[in-house]
């Protein structure tokens, strides 16, 4: 058996699956809204309440796990892995400070140059007083995953993207070790490798075999479409979650920092895309589960909305608009929740669509379906909305659950997922 873990912005999941693709078991652990201080105690809650919840029997024939994180969720930690302040999330903009000096440095229009990658991070921690005690710096994953298996500075290509990795090359450039870094920079390996046995102490406490590997991670959205079914260029998926990522298969690879665009290596393919700030958070400020749901229905999806948003829970955004001071854009509100809600969903199909649009004109192969992952894959009525922006065949993802595309990185590796 196999476990894939996601850890998104609303939650952490589990999915144990069997060499047949069959799920065995499927867990959950909903975060709560908490103070940014809390967020460590939090992660770790959640991971070891996901083992836990796993039936003890099934749990022993676990034999590979693999996690996911949030992409440029960061954090720096001292030599025993402990973290020395806060970490930073992946839409965290006070890094776009040093993208100026950076400028100088990296390549022009490089995915680091981004208000939120893992580099303007790290620059930005650099100032802060804690640095003084910090020896590592990892991703979200790195740090889940060195809970399991103990080793410390390990990272994998897809999350190490945005901390400048040559993902060609498969070597930090020289560009960056001139920014002479005096913390460790994760040693990077492929996704999905074996990095070290399951502690000890943790199989032991939670009955998992003393030979359960834990494996490289990879990013949330990776993981989505892993579990999706897309595998052909052309084909894409999106993922409706708390917000809005686009990855496009291609035989180009694309990246661009002026428009929040970059490509992750996906055996002799790119995985080209970029992740917006909209998305289902903006929908849940407004609106509960049940009112999305019954709200959406009574939509009249054959009509347009005359409502033309830019839905942002706060200034900034990522792509298809690179600027961290973009104000949101949400009114005028009308009295009518539907037609609010209408002019919502057509305009995160809008940006969704420029989106896909931007990549093709880029260089990234041409659109030919969308396959929708997260949350917002269950709605039918968005699903025809968006439809008529993208123009292509929108499909429902194979399995819509990031931790099942884990489970399968897990299983198979990266290099021997069937393209």
Known sequence: MYLGIDFGTSGARGVAIDSALNILAEVRYPFKASVESDLINCWQTAL???????????????TRIAINGTSSTVLLCDATGNPVDVPLLYNDARGAVMRENLKNIAPPNHTVLSATSSLVKLLWMMQLPSYTKARYFLHQADWLGFLLHGKLGISDYHNALKLGYDVEALQYPEWLNKLQISVHLPKVVIPGNPIGELRSDIAGKYNFSKNCLVC??????????????????????TSLGSTLVLKLLSRTRVDNSKYGIYSHRFGDLWLTGGASNTGGAVLKQFFTNDELENLSSEIDFSKSSELDYYPLLKPGERFPINDPNLPPKLSPRPDNSVE??????????????????LLQELG???????????GGAKNQVWAEIRKQYLGVPILSSTNTEAAYGSALLAMRGLTNIQM
Do not use: C
Request: charged letters at 20%.
């Open 364 to 374: 990234a192969d041409n659109l030919t379906r969308v396959y929708t992952a997260g």
């Open 48 to 62: 070891f309440s996901l083992l836990e919840q796993i039936n003890k029997e099934l749990r022993q024939e676990i």
């Open 216 to 237: 490289a991670g990879t990013t949330d959205s990776i993981a989505a479409f892993l579990a999706s079914g897309a595998n052909s260029p052309g084909e894409a998926v």
């Open 340 to 357: 609010f809600l209408h002019g919502l969903l057509e305009s995160m199909a809008r940006i969704e669509g420029r989106g896909y649009e």
